[in-house]
């Protein structure tokens, strides 16, 4: 009989295996990255574009460009081409971000060359109607001005502008007017000059004849190279940037520094650090703010690892008379962290959560395509993950103390609040 008061035997996962992504390159020169699993009836295909923040010193042509190809093709309008869509069980996503966008279709494999051929007429010949433009304008206003009334939106913005500088890729803010002054003739001109040069990246169960499928949809149109441009960080004098409205109940709480990114040597040692700062729910930001003190639902801190750059961030909500007080606890802790070194279990605890964490994110192959493309498009290879319980393990309780005493100094942080008037 099951003695249930004896609690179950535990092994530490040793070894993850992680299968590979091949790629090819189309005849002209688009480069393909796949991974074939057959063991699934779904694939997913990425078009990954270089036009993140770092391409246009307007964000907003990004975002309405990549929009606008859901709203309709030469051949389809909007309507119809969101029925062709879900016709065959599809469904497509437009992602901008700060370093690359995304144009993705998530479809069943029987179906693979249908979804191939509405990609392509997807990002080939956008009709970029002027009404649906101004009707995503109008929509575009909306959810700013709503992004506007919430605090935490607020402090976020105010954290990277403030780690960055106003004019930098990373730091950029938007406003209604900006959106507002965008012309469609604008949008087009940064399409036709930035969409044309594409990674494709595809992942599921692919038919024997994928290659040629996308040779067929993909490989014959001109490729218009975009280059990088540079930019250099500008932070802002001051380290408090405080929000105040009358209508907030709660202070948003973001503290912050620009670090670095997952090239760094020291970023599997930061990263484990981190974890049993921040990381996870059992961190000790959660068992003081959270557990003991009840300031807030959840703190966390996280490693932002962009492609140009990097930035370490610590947020939370609380009420407005506990803010300080939260402010006091994080800084408390990473003094302790500086000053105390780290007992073995509750390091131990800490990297067992990391590795059954990371091998619970290989698990599928679409989530082992978004790993690769992490590392891929910061130079590096699959080897990081290859290597990365190993890098987790050797973790010592002296690594976690350096890393906190050279990189979480108290006075480098930046602090924003958008909180209730005092």
């Known amino acids: 009989m099951l003695d249930r008061t004896i609690a179950p035997g535990f092994n530490p996962i040793k070894k ?12 002209n020169g688009r480069k393909i990255f796949f991974l074939n699993d057959p063991a699934v009836e779904v694939f997913k295909i990425d078009l990954v574009i270089p036009c993140g923040s770092w391409f246009t ?8 460009a990549l929009k ?32 690359q966008s995304t144009i993705s279709f998530y479809g069943l494999s029987r179906f693979f060359d249908k979804n191939l051929a509405l990609l392509s007429e997807v990002i080939s010949n956008p009709s970029f109607d002027e009404q649906q433009f101004e009707t995503l ?3 575009e206003v909306q959810r700013l001005k709503l992004n506007f009334e919430k605090s935490s939106y607020l402090s976020s913005v105010a954290l990277r502008s403030s780690l960055f500088g106003l004019d930098h890729p990373y730091g950029k803010s938007n406003s209604v007017e900006k959106i507002q002054a965008v012309e469609l003739s604008e949008v087009k001109a940064f399409f036709a000059s930035n969409f044309s ?47 105040r409205k009358p209508a907030f109940v709660q202070s948003s709480i973001k503290i912050g520094k620009v670090l670095f990114n997952r090239t760094h040597p020291d970023y599997m040692k930061f990263t484990v650090a981190n974890e049993l700062f921040g990381g996870f729910f059992g961190s000790r930001l959660m068992k003081n703010i959270r557990e ?27 009420n407005g008379e506990n803010e300080q007080a939260t402010i006091d606890e ?18 131990e605890t800490v990297k067992n959560y990391m590795a059954g964490s990371f091998a619970g994110s290989v698990n599928s192959p679409f989530a082992i395509m978004e790993k690769f493309k992490a ?8 080897s990081f993950y290859e290597q990365y319980l190993n890098s987790v393990y050797k973790v010592t309780s002296e690594d976690i103390s350096q890393m906190v005493n050279t990189h979480l100094q108290p006075d480098s942080f930046y602090t924003c609040i958008a909180g209730p008037e005092k």
């Open 137 to 139: 304008k109008k929509k």
């Open 68 to 99: 606008m190809l859901n709203e309709g093709t030469t051949k389809r309008n909007a309507h119809q081409l969101a029925e062709a869509i879900d016709f065959i069980g599809s469904f497509a996503e437009f992602s901008p971000s700060f370093d």
């Open 16 to 27: 993850v295996t992680i299968p590979q992504v091949d790629s090819s390159v189309l005849s």
């Open 292 to 318: 003991e003190k009840g300031f807030t639902y959840g703190i966390h801190s996280h490693l932002y690892s962009l492609n140009q750059e990097g930035y370490f961030s610590i947020g939370t909500d609380v």
């Open 330 to 347: 994080i800084f408390k802790e990473i003094v302790k962290l500086q000053q105390e070194p780290v007992g073995e279990n509750e390091l």
């Open 375 to 382: 590392v891929y498009f910061q130079g590096m290879d699959m």
């Open 57 to 64: 010193e307007n964000y907003n042509l990004i975002s309405f």
């Open 197 to 243: 040069d594409f990674d494709i990246m595809v992942s599921g169960k692919l038919p024997s004849n994928f290659l040629e499928v996308l040779e067929l949809n993909f490989g014959k149109s001109q490729v218009k190279k975009v280059s990088l441009p540079e930019y250099k960080i500008t932070n802002t004098v001051g380290h408090l940037n405080e929000i």
